[in-house]
């Protein structure tokens, strides 16, 4: 059956790697490498730090909770797209499609939120060291991660609330791997002006005021860094906080590139290359990223396994 006869009127269609049949084997094989390894190096990452006291920190905390967030986030979209390649079968239901938008939006907006909190703690712990204890004790942390989710479970439900009114009156075919926004938006014929008003009031709480909150807080590390005397607490420093920033570059960059433009001027090829890179290729990377650039972290990883008691340089 051809895919365009493969939708019904509450279907949608995802056509995202559909249209390169000669590379589905590839692809395959490539995005089910790519979820095994999110997966078990994001569980890893939590279970070497549930299990090891030394790590029960705010950082590591913080941590843990954005390895479960992207655990979750990678079995929001790839298990999806595996199965559509798989069976050459590309629909989803209007409910399911609205369902995978939601936990997409709401785990993204919980990623930003949880990278403002770990730039937050960073600026406290460096700039901040005697009232560290005090500013970051155990039940602020809790407060900290449970606004965190609530707030982006809010800010996601409402747009889909608003978006479960739209009618898809035309082609019902998405030029994506999955059930994106900006897509979804130029499929619809209902007036979205509502729709986009409330994205953008939505974009200051869940982007703007994050990623504000990161450069101010890194802005306050540099400073206090650039006074310390000794190159080895400069590195010790820079190597702490060197994995967390490279983690919010590679986010916040293809967030960036899709998000803040019109949706008028959205290009569906650009949207789908980022979106790979955001859904797929940083929470993979964030568990090599904050494991290997962090002592502490390999010596619990090494502790895990069993290989016997790790020294630190």
Request: charged share 10%.
């Amino acid at each position: 059956m051809e895919v365009a006869n493969q939708t019904s009127i509450s279907d949608f269609l995802l056509l995202g790697f559909s249209q390169h049949p000669e590379q589905q084997p590839l692809l395959f094989g490539l995005f089910l490498a790519v979820y095994l390894v999110t997966v078990l190096g994001n569980l890893l990452i939590i279970l070497a730090i549930s299990s090891d006291t030394r790590l029960h920190t705010p950082m590591y905390f913080f941590l843990a909770n954005l390895s479960f967030t992207d655990t979750c986030f990678s079995c929001t979209i790839i298990p999806k797209v595996l199965l559509n390649i798989h069976t050459q079968h590309y629909t989803i239901s209007h409910t399911g499609c609205l369902v995978q938008m939601f936990f997409f939006m709401e785990l993204t907006i919980l990623d930003d939120f949880l990278l403002a909190v770990m730039a937050y703690d960073r600026y406290v712990a460096i700039c901040l060291p005697l009232h560290y204890t005090t500013i970051m004790g155990p039940q602020r942390c809790l407060l900290l991660v449970a606004a965190s989710w609530l707030s982006s479970h809010l800010l996601a439900f409402s747009l889909c609330l608003l978006m479960s009114q739209f009618s898809f009156c035309a082609s019902h075919a998405i030029p994506h791997f999955f059930c994106d926004l900006l897509p979804l938006l130029k499929l619809t014929c209902s007036d979205t002006h509502i729709f986009q008003v409330t994205m953008l009031t939505e974009a200051v709480p869940s982007g703007l005021i994050p990623l504000t909150c990161v450069l101010m807080s890194y802005a306050h590390i540099i400073l206090t860094v650039l006074r310390i005397p000794s190159p080895g607490g400069k590195h010790k420093v820079f190597s702490t906080c060197g994995s967390h920033l490279t983690v919010v570059t590679l986010f916040y960059g293809t967030l960036f590139l899709v998000y803040f433009q019109p949706s008028s001027s959205y290009s569906a090829d650009t949207g789908m290359a980022a979106s790979v890179v955001y859904t797929m290729v940083t929470p993979m990377l964030n568990p090599f990223i904050y494991s290997l650039r962090n002592s502490d972290m390999k010596g619990a990883l090494c502790r895990f396994f069993g290989r016997g008691k790790y020294s630190t340089q």
